[in-house]
């Protein structure tokens, strides 16, 4: 084990990508040499005994994609530059002693695992994270506060502050409604004087291509959409629930973001792959009813999934949770969700091996499986990844990496020319530690730059070892995701048991659990080689399944 200060050496390994150093007895302050690395991709220094306040000169880790310093004593304010790193996907300073307010600048973010719980941090969490998803990100934060049940109300903060007299609360009330009667007065004016302006200029218009037939306009649509209705939101946009007419039909509608003004490539793209999906018609792939552009956003409408994720199910309330549309409790046990990998299973095959031109998914994850008010699988958000990567040349190359952390094919390690052997490279440490070794493995998108079939065939193997062991798949523990983790165990020769999901955990189908965890295991092999084809995955599960023909 590893100790004693990061050297201030390490600022000349220049194309240094990849620094992990977790779980040693490292100790002293982050070296603020460290923040010249501009080619840093993953840096994870968790289970250390790092001190002091971070580097606030970081701004030259563009490229950084995974940030974990959880588990140090690390304190002071979070530095607001960390959001501007706009390439960061995977944030963790938990269990730390960081104080002061949460940086606006975090409310830009994209990411998928965001974690600054058991710290001290104080005042309000900024609303682009009150949601559900992030409902476990700030816990043990005795000082913070935010409009979501785990947190104290700021509200009620407020009010047990000192009581103001009633003579200046009246002022205040009364010199609160002047201003505000004149503010309403001018914003009339302006709005009224703007209407006249707008008519004939530069309005923005939208339109609607229709996939199936419905009694909706792109009005109901828009007119719908408001934050009450918000039921999830992600890297590739928000999602409302929406009741678009009087007879209560109930509608999803994906807002796809717009960070950026899409490429003519992307928008090319995006207008001739949105019909191809819109014509899709399949028992486990989520029905696309319509699109609706303009020139500065892209909406999606399709059916609405009464039991929304398989994520929900599985990492949310858990096992005795109540339908949305049952009041009474639905145990989520082995033989549900072995219907539902089948069903998974069979609109990534269509999908790989029954159109005439593949459509690669780019994204498998337990979030996009959604569940019907029968708890039959629908496959959601197809391309949505490759639609929304920046840069795309060839339909079938990626210059960015696409999916979700935790679910993306691990490619080939670095090579060790350019890992990061420190007992060689400085000899300073030499005097120190005998061996000094960090691995890891560039991600398959950007080692090949192709998106191909057996990197969704990697993904679907994480969400059947979520299916069978419970866990999420960016945490199998402490220290790894959920893939690495399952290989370790099994590779130490531990028992199969001891890592299946024991709240479900019954004799009769013990089996089926055991050999669905070896089946996560072989379709997360590193080597794409050693993965089967999505038809082959679909034969093997559907030997376990009750027997029943493919849905088209």
């Not at 700021?154 to 609360?169: E, V």
């Not at 979030?367 to 959601?380: H, M, Q, V, Y």
Request: hydrophobic share 40%.
């Amino acid at each position: 084990m590893l100790s004693g200060s990061i050297p201030a050496g390490i600022s000349s390994l220049l194309h240094l990508s990849v620094f992990k150093a977790s779980n040693n007895l490292f100790s002293g302050e982050l070296p603020v040499e460290l923040t010249s690395l501009p080619s840093i991709y993953i840096l994870s220094l968790d289970g250390n005994q790092l001190s002091g306040q971070l580097p606030h000169d970081i701004v030259s880790w563009k490229s950084l994609f995974a940030l974990d310093l959880s588990t140090n004593h690390l304190s002071g304010p979070i530095p607001k530059a960390i959001g501007s790193l706009h390439s960061l996907v995977f944030l963790d300073l938990s269990e730390n002693q960081f104080s002061g307010e949460i940086p606006h600048e975090f409310s830009h973010f994209g990411l998928n695992t965001f974690n600054l719980s058991s710290n001290n941090l104080s005042g309000e969490i900024p609303p682009a994270f009150e949601k559900w998803e992030y409902e476990n990100s700030f816990l043990n934060n005795s000082n913070l506060c935010a409009n979501i049940e785990i947190l104290k109300s700021c509200y009620s903060k407020a009010s047990n502050s000192s009581k103001l007299s009633t003579n200046y609360l009246v002022m205040i009330i009364s010199f609160t409604l002047t201003v505000s009667l004149v503010i309403v007065f001018l914003i009339f004016s302006m709005v009224q004087k703007y209407q006249r302006w707008d008519q004939g200029s530069n309005v923005e218009t939208w339109k609607m291509t229709s996939f199936q037939k419905f009694d909706f306009t792109e009005s109901n649509i828009l007119s719908s959409l408001a934050q009450n209705s918000l039921i999830g939101s992600g890297g590739s946009g928000k999602v409302y629930r929406t009741i678009i007419n009087y007879s209560g039909e109930v509608v999803a509608v994906k807002w796809i973001s717009n960070n950026w003004k899409l490429g003519q490539n992307l928008e090319k793209q995006f207008v001739a792959e949105v019909p191809i999906l819109g014509m899709i018609r399949h028992a486990n792939i989520v029905k696309l009813l319509c699109c609706i552009s303009s020139e500065s956003s892209k909406i999606l409408v399709h059916g609405y999934m009464e039991n929304q994720s398989l994520d929900r199910w599985l990492h949310g309330k858990k096992r005795a949770v109540s339908s949305v549309d049952s009041a009474s409790d639905i145990i989520f046990d082995w033989p549900m969700r072995l219907q539902i990998a089948i069903g998974a299973a069979r609109g990534l095959c269509y999908m790989h091996h029954d159109l005439s031109r593949p459509i690669i998914h780019r994204d498998v994850k337990s979030r996009n499986i959604l569940l019907d008010s029968e708890f039959n699988t629908k496959i959601a958000d197809f391309g949505l990844a490759k639609m929304l990567a920046k840069q795309v040349e060839d339909p079938e190359t990626m210059s960015v990496v696409a999916g979700t952390f935790g679910y993306i094919a691990p490619g080939k390690d670095i090579p060790e020319s350019q890992n990061v052997l420190l007992c060689f490279l400085i000899p300073m440490i030499l005097k120190t530690y005998q061996t000094v070794v960090f691995l890891s493995a560039i991600p398959e998108y950007v080692y090949t730059r192709k998106a191909n079939k057996k990197i969704g065939v990697y993904s679907f193997g994480v969400v059947l070892l979520e299916l069978a062991t419970g866990r999420k798949a960016n945490r199998g523990n402490e220290h790894m995701n959920l893939a690495q983790w399952a290989w370790q165990h099994f590779g130490e020769g531990k028992s199969i048991v001891e890592a299946l999901d024991e709240e479900i955990m019954e004799e009769c189908f013990m089996e089926e659990m055991i050999t669905m965890f070896k089946l996560g295991l072989m379709w997360t092999s590193k080597a794409p080689s050693d993965r089967p084809s999505m038809r082959e995955v679909l034969l093997i599960l559907d030997r376990r399944g009750p027997q029943q023909g493919h849905a088209t």
